[in-house]
């Protein structure tokens, strides 16, 4: 896009790719060195326009240390609307030793209302002033700014008089000049006519505002596309929009949605549009698929800005990861971030990657082949929560991922890769996962393995078959879900052998029994504000409940034993015990007296004491340590107390095992916080004593919602982290849902930028 002094419309010369930036109001649009549009995000899109699940919370100096270059909408951000402390906030501080005294030194609230430039930073735990933190760097020749300035002032022992910190800084030359500099740029940011350069040229602030009049429909466009998983490109789409000698002719071929709903705005009256596509010429129209995937870029990573601001707000983050392959063969990466803001619980999708194309040159064999080790998986993950996101590896509090070897291998797994550089880091078994497998290791049992074997078949012989499938619709109105693809069979005579069978109809009650009790904890476990002392207490209820099967195995069968003769006596069959033999070793062989008694022994108590001894094992020990922290929650803090007799000190001896883990989140020393923790404790278990059963909270959100910071600082930071654990990698396989709509046979070259954009649209399609 030209500057606009010679001709109004827009122009893309040939030989103007020598490194000439070329700008719509230096901050919209400018060309690479390829002659390529690369919009810059913040000033392109308006910032009230994000989903609604994404809350926006306001920005902290904090998190912006050591980054040059911030937009103008993160810097008026700072100036105009910066973090303020609640009226309970606990203000940092510091010892001062005076006359063999220890004293303790802090900011206040009448610091912030005498001093208008000063605020306080929530995460870096100082003082800013937030004019030289934005112009000082610019206006000022002096190197060597610091404090309040590059670094928070963290020394608070004389900050106003005479000579005090505060007072001095305000008399600064640099001072003076950040703070008309930092006015001068809010009048320039809500008024850009008052910009020098547009006030010399008219002409170009009218060129400015026409531009984006023009980029406006092709955005809106891309978003509802996006928004709607509608496909934008076609088979052939380079050729010219609309043909100046005959405006009423219509394409030989389909050119995509994407051209088609541009002629439809334009027969809609969008004359911006119309006069846009006509007077341009045709390299300069801005409807390329290069300049849709730029476009798509600005548009996700506004999005993926909101959800990073909130992470750094929020201290602390978890991560879950998983990877697929899709349609097009591409191993695909799928990174979540689980935090707590707001009393929210968030798991936000991030971003996919090209796993094999990601992979550090050092994760490559010396042969030259690619290999997805967990280590080179682990790398990946790495790179992106440091390059792409920024984000600080030493809050990440969580890592959860699926149980298989690459993931979880103690030596090489990608977890154990992640966590060498996240120290403090808990890796968190999928729930689901351990669910679902430990329900799998069933199929260990002969008579189970072959009754979901029978079904499969049974499955594929209706769904083969339309006249089948409706005659079946017609019986039962209801449609057989098939457990995944499998050949399909004619053989009538074989499938009415197998579903009379005596092994088969003991099997498939059994199973149902078992499935009925760990199909809504499943269900439970996929949700996203779960939290792990839920789902740890979830998954000890199901323990105990096959538990208690186990004791009461002989009536609990008896139920299915009588179901399973009167659904054998509806299709003229019995329940038959097997032939008994000296020397059995292909069937189960158990003494019995009855049929009862045989597939008691046989079927049912192998399954109950299988699936129960799978679940235990499946806990790792550090994630049963982390457990611990469920014990601040206040019905089971409570319970301990009063009805197990626990004493304070046990209770308080097993949550400071853990809480010396997470320490380094904490300002202060491990040995302070254990003392704090210990005062804590004492007040937390007497104060919720008093207050009636129903009131009190019984989950780590509501636990944490109901913790009082000024009281509770150490409890409320633990509650904090506990809320932030993963239980399962739900949101991931949800990812994966997004994907295999998106990435279809049809879609499958779609390049991997335009993939996430269009993912991140897709999943947060809110945005007005």
């Known amino acids: 896009l030209t500057k606009g002094e010679e001709k109004p419309e827009l122009q893309e010369q040939e030989g103007s790719n020598d490194g000439v930036k070329r700008k719509i109001d230096e901050d919209i649009i400018t060309n690479t060195k390829k002659g390529v549009g690369q919009l810059k995000t913040i000033d392109l899109l308006f910032q009230d326009n994000v989903t609604p699940s994404i809350t926006i919370s306001k920005p902290d100096i904090g998190s912006f240390m050591g980054k040059c270059n911030l937009n103008y909408f993160i810097k008026k951000s700072i100036l105009e609307d910066h973090w303020y402390p609640p009226e309970n ?23 912030l209302k005498q001093f208008h430039w000063l605020v306080v ?22 190197n060597c700014l610091q404090n309040l300035v590059t670094k928070p002032l963290l020394k608070f022992s004389k900050l ?8 001095v800084h305000n008399d600064n030359k640099y001072h003076i000049n950040a703070v008309l500099a930092g006015k001068d740029f809010l009048k320039t940011y809500s008024c850009p006519k008052n910009q020098v350069i547009n006030q010399i040229s008219t002409q170009r602030l009218a060129q400015i505002k026409e531009n984006r009049e023009r980029l406006r429909p092709i955005i809106e466009i891309l978003i509802f596309c996006g928004q709607q998983n509608i496909p934008l490109r076609g088979h052939r789409d380079d050729d010219r929009l609309i043909d100046t000698g005959n405006s009423e002719s219509s394409p030989t071929s389909n050119e995509g949605n994407f051209r088609e709903l541009l002629r439809l705005r334009i027969r809609s009256g969008d004359v911006h549009l119309k006069k846009h596509l006509e007077n341009t010429f045709s390299r300069a129209t801005y409807i390329g698929k290069n300049i849709q995937n730029e476009l798509l870029d600005c548009i996700g990573s506004v999005i993926k800005s909101q959800i990073l601001i909130n992470v750094q707000n929020a201290g602390v983050y978890s991560i879950m990861f998983d990877e697929t392959t899709d349609v097009s063969c591409i191993e695909q990466l799928s990174l979540t971030l689980r935090y707590v803001i707001n009393n929210e619980v968030h798991e936000d999708f991030v971003c996919f990657v090209d796993a094999y194309r990601s992979i550090r040159s050092t994760d490559i064999s010396g042969s030259g082949e690619i290999k997805l080790t967990g280590q080179a998986l682990g790398h990946i993950v790495l790179d992106i929560l440091t390059k792409d996101l920024a984000l600080d590896l030493k809050c990440c509090v969580g890592v959860a991922t699926d149980g298989c070897a690459v993931m979880v291998s103690e030596d090489y797994g990608a977890v154990t890769t992640v966590k060498k550089k996240c120290p403090i880091a808990v890796y968190c078994p999928c729930f689901n996962h351990a669910l679902n497998n430990s329900l799998a290791q069933t199929s260990k049992i002969v008579p189970i393995r072959n009754t979901i074997g ?9 769904n083969a078959s339309a006249k089948r499938h409706l005659v079946l619709e017609n019986i039962s109105a209801k449609q057989l879900t098939g457990l995944y693809q499998t050949r399909w069979i004619e053989m009538h005579d074989g499938v009415y052998t197998a579903i009379s069978n005596s092994d088969f109809i003991i099997s498939l009650l059994s199973t149902a029994d078992i499935l009925r009790l760990t199909l809504p904890v499943s269900r439970l476990l996929q949700s996203t504000s779960l939290d792990l002392a839920s789902a740890s207490s979830a998954i000890e209820g199901i323990k105990e409940i096959f538990q208690e099967k186990r004791a009461m195995c002989a ?3 008896h139920t299915i034993f009588l179901n399973a003769s009167n659904l054998a006596e509806e299709i003229g069959r019995d329940i038959k015990m097997p032939r008994k033999a000296k020397t059995q070793i292909h069937r189960d062989n158990y003494p019995a007296t009855d049929a009862e008694q045989f597939y008691l022994r046989s079927i049912y108590v192998p399954l109950l004491d299988a699936i129960k ?11 049963l340590e982390a457990f611990d922290l469920r014990l601040l929650i206040l019905s089971i803090i409570v319970k301990l107390n009063d009805t197990d007799g626990w004493d304070r000190q046990k209770i308080s001896k097993r949550i400071i095992a853990v809480a010396k883990k997470f320490s380094p989140l904490f300002i202060v020393s491990e040995h302070v916080v254990v003392d704090m ?3 804590e404790i004492c007040l937390w278990i007497h104060k919720w004593k008093q207050q009636p059963m129903t009131e009190r909270p019984c989950t780590a959100l509501e636990s944490y919602m109901h913790c009082d910071e000024d009281v509770f600082p150490t409890i409320k930071k633990l509650l904090q982290i506990l809320s932030t654990l993963p239980v399962s990698v739900a949101s991931a396989e949800r990812s994966f849902s997004t994907l295999r709509r998106l990435k279809t046979w049809l879609r499958s070259r779609m390049s991997e930028d335009r993939l996430s954009a269009l993912c991140l649209l897709n999943v947060y399609n809110k945005i007005n």
Request: proline fraction near 3%.
């Open 160 to 167: 106003t008089g005479k000579d005090g910190i505060l007072s």
């Open 555 to 557: 009536s609990e069968f």
């Open 89 to 111: 906030y606990i203000f940092p501080c510091n010892e001062q030793i005076r006359s063999g005294k220890v004293k303790k030194r802090s900011p206040s609230f009448m610091h």
């Open 613 to 623: 001894s799978d679940i235990t094992n499946r806990l790792s020990t550090e994630t």
């Open 121 to 142: 930073s929530d995460i870096a735990k100082g003082l800013f002033c937030k004019y030289c933190f934005i112009c000082a760097l610019s206006s000022s020749s002096n």
């Open 454 to 462: 029978t079904l499969k078949e049974i499955i594929a012989f209706f």
């Open 677 to 679: 923790l210990e005062g």
